[in-house]
């Protein structure tokens, strides 16, 4: 079997209560993927506002596992509400070894057309961390035209777009379409995380196959969002699309190890 890369795996770090209700710490993971051919593995952190004690401490976290295991690699938070100190953890985590941000607008409450969040894109752009973001917000239903802005706005940050927006995929569309405008950046990537298994065997997966076709696969990945679903169940899920072989192998490897640059 062909390698893999498990570019969005929410592992239970020290201190974390558990989401579901069952642990999901490293081990865990280890476990739930000892039978598939996953050579690296995202870890995700996510900082809470005004505690940049605790932001060190999740980060630390991540970047730790990825010291202790050749296979993970750290994806650290700040909030973009902390300000300069959100800019200063930036260049510490990157010193650190953080393959890349992960920033979650509805969890972490801040806006994506925000000039904190605009603050924080260059500031990773500087240090070539690419920023995965969630992109599902029942509570923002403007939110696809913002990461358009802000791709925009950062074209010297990649952005890569957890989720693909969800129900509302056929947006991203726009960004193939801005691509061809002279001297555009190509600096977004569309996420699989989830919704290949919200769409698998439905009426829309040719759609997210085209879109995906559309976008360029060498700017598609694949992530698990474990524990909410197994890489095992993903990837089944991202079996039925209809995806070449060559496409799956630029989707579930080439793709995430070109963008958080782990050769």
Known sequence: MRDIID???HLQLPGEESWVGR???HADYLAATADL?????AVLAMAPPGDLDETRRLNDAALSIAARDPKAFALCSVHPD???AALTEIDRI???GAAGLKLHPSTQQFDVASEALVSVAERAGDHGLPILFDTVAAADPGQPEKFIGLAMTCPGTNLVLAHTFGPKFVQAVMFAVLSRYPNAA???YLELSAIVCMFADSP???QLTWLCRRHGTDRVLWGSDYPIFTPAESLEALGTF???ADELDQITYQTARSVYRLD
């Open 7 to 9: 570019a969005h795996a």
């Open 186 to 188: 190509r600096n977004v």
């Open 23 to 25: 642990p999901h710490g």
């Open 94 to 96: 990157a010193q650190a």
């Open 204 to 206: 829309f997966a040719d």
């Open 242 to 244: 209809g995806f070449t």
């Open 37 to 41: 051919t996953v050579s690296r593995f």
């Open 82 to 84: 902390d300000g300069d």
